[in-house]
């Protein structure tokens, strides 16, 4: 957990700078690159972006297929194309403007929040072992998993999108407006980033209070949706769990492609 805390402390500073560039300079991260480094150094920054976007939606595109493969024992190929469809039939909805593409993503983010909120209710984690996860320690074997928390929390598309999306806020031109316009940003990442923060830490709560403590190995997705049901003592922790995985999928997606147009 103190990772996690450590994570979001990390993403919330780089996407405050990443707004105050969009907001005082009008423009994006991806220009503000363009237009100060050599062409080769931006086309190899453009390049390391495009692979670390592909990386990220290839981890959400699968993850929204397990979900509906989960829920509705349809094959993974039919989950991916049905993902892939449905993020571009959301995103033609941009042409109506970009807070219906935000109203989406935060029903989505809504749904897995009370999704982990009913599994943390069911699972019932003792308040003590929670806090005392926030204490700073790390074991050869925790480093790995340290990282990919580090790396699933702070991922460089989003500060991309962040700088770009923060333009389409009403924003003043003099100096005091655009200050003004900073601080209530910082607040907006603040309350999302730490929004983000209670799921992650629900999902690894979850985990280390149902699986690890009883000593179980999760090697998959799937695996850790069967053992739910009969660990928990109701199907609804298995269902709930599928529509998390299932929400969390096609909304990193949504934005992972918005990024790679930004990019």
Known sequence: LWVLVMSTAMAVLLQTLSAR?????RRDLAQACRETYPNAVSKLLWILCEIAIAACDLAEI???AIGFNLL??????????????????ILWFS??????IE???????????????????????????????????????????????LGATVM??????????????????????????CRYNFVDS??????????????????????FKRGIVV???????LLLAPLLGTALASVMFAVALLAAGQSSTLTGTMAGQIV
């Open 21 to 25: 560039l969009g907001i005082v300079s």
């Open 62 to 64: 699968l993850g929204a």
């Open 72 to 89: 509705f024992k349809s094959p993974l190929l039919v989950g991916v194309v049905i993902t892939a469809t449905d993020t571009l039939f």
């Open 95 to 100: 042409r109506f403007g970009i807070r219906i």
């Open 103 to 149: 109203a989406i993503i935060l029903g989505l983010i809504t749904v897995i929040a009370v999704c982990f909120g009913v599994e943390m209710w069911l699972v019932k984690p003792p308040a003590a072992e929670i806090v005392s996860g926030l204490i700073p320690r790390l074991t050869p074997e925790s480093l790995y998993v340290a990282i990919g928390i």
């Open 156 to 181: 460089p598309h989003n500060l991309y999108l962040h700088s770009a999306l923060v333009q389409t806020r009403r924003i003043g031109k003099t100096y005091d407006e655009k200050r003004t316009a």
């Open 190 to 211: 603040v309350i999302a980033l730490n929004g983000a923060l209670l799921v992650n830490a629900a999902i690894l709560i979850l985990a280390a209070t149902a699986f």
């Open 219 to 225: 090697t998959e997705i799937a695996q850790a949706h």
